[in-house]
Nanobody, 128 residues
């Protein structure tokens, strides 16, 4: 079965940086939009960032704007989330996801319902 695998999570002090990576165990997602979401206990999964299949457009939540950057390398079949200036409130399990939706405009790829495949998540913990 198709599986997305996240890596790069860990424990970091406030103000530090981490880079998360996501790659499929089987098959390529070069024609899919890719997204990052995060979730803490007791809350719904929250949108973080997304990137279109060709990398031409990226989208980010206001809470991470200017700190997190999503990118992809289709040749390596990998999507990344570079996280700088981490804050304790960024602590969560981070999930990558793939979407085959053909969405036009600037309001795309913010909802979990738009994604077809999900990874198991990687824990990011930011200490104060």
């Amino acid at each position: 079965q198709v599986q997305l695998v996240e890596s790069g999570g860990g424990l970091v002090q406030a103000g530090g940086s981490l880079r998360l990576s996501c790659a499929p165990s089987e098959r390529a997602f070069s024609t899919y939009a890719m997204g990052w979401f995060r979730q803490v206990p007791g809350k719904e999964r929250e949108f973080v960032a997304a990137i279109r299949w060709n990398g031409g457009s990226t989208y980010g939540a206001d809470s991470v704007k200017g700190r997190f950057t999503i990118s992809r390398d289709n040749a390596k079949n990998t999507v990344y989330l570079q996280m700088n200036g981490l804050k304790p409130e960024d602590t969560a399990v981070y999930y990558c996801a793939a979407s085959n939706n053909r969405c036009v405009g600037d309001g795309c790829y913010r909802g979990t319902i738009e994604y077809h495949y999900w990874g198991q998540g990687t824990q990011v913990t930011v200490s104060s």
